[in-house]
């Protein structure tokens, strides 16, 4: 026997509705095959879900449920939960499966003796669908914080980038000027140069006179 109940979650990033689906079915876990409510999480790791089950059920209910190795399943014993109890206590498993991108996560609510269904229990079936939809909205949550804080990490990075940009420029100006100066100093150095070459041109010049004049005075004896 399979049941639908189906809610929009709007997720708080604005996107569109994201469509929540309980089904109901027989999964086999660690007391045998037994009915189960159903949800499937699209593109979400099934680590990431399991480990907020364990939160969702210390926020919400005030269970801490225990990791059970073996079975890989999460056990709530004794949960006091009213809604679904009415009055006694009940054990809630649940377990998560990897299927693509997506994640299954499975909940069995063991009323003592019995799996709760939606044919003998169905008010308290109703509140353990609302319960495990409620749970979706929590990972869809815990989702787009985890893009947000992805998106801003990237925005960090961006601006360290853009810090390193303008340090970037600052040193490169650093290099003109010092290039500037340099360029300056030689061509000043140049001006000088030719200056001196004017000078010794002129003392070549006054030194071949006096040559001159020596030769004369020798050819002249």
């Known amino acids: 026997m399979i049941r639908f109940i189906w809610i929009s979650i709007f997720t708080i990033c604005a996107l569109p509705f994201t469509q929540a689906q309980v089904v109901e079915r027989s999964v086999g876990m660690s007391a045998g095959v037994q009915n189960a409510l159903v949800l499937e999480v699209p593109a979400v790791d099934a680590g990431l879900v399991s480990d907020l089950w364990k939160d969702y059920m210390k926020d919400f209910y005030r269970e801490k449920p225990k990791w059970q190795r073996k079975d890989k399943e999460w056990l709530s014993d004794d949960a006091d939960i009213a809604a679904l109890g009415m009055g006694n206590t009940v054990d809630v498993i649940a377990k998560t499966e990897q299927k693509g991108d997506n994640t299954f996560i499975y909940m069995w609510i063991d009323l003592g003796g019995a799996y709760l269904n939606s044919s003998q229990h169905r008010e308290r079936y109703t509140e353990a669908e609302k319960m495990l939809v409620r749970f979706g909205l929590e990972v869809a949550r815990a989702k787009v914080k985890i893009e947000l804080e992805e998106q801003e990490d990237m925005l960090k990075d ?13 040193r490169y100006e650093r290099e003109i000027q010092r290039a500037r100066e340099t360029i300056a100093k030689a061509e000043q150095d140049i001006e000088d140069n030719l200056k001196a070459q ?19 005075r020798l050819n002249d004896l």
Not at 158 to 170: F, G, M, S, W
Not at 198 to 216: L, N
């Open 158 to 170: 961006l601006n360290r980038d853009l810090e390193r940009l303008a340090t970037d420029k600052e």
């Open 198 to 216: 004017e000078e010794m041109a002129a003392r070549i010049k006054a030194q071949e006179d006096v040559i001159k004049s020596v030769q004369k």
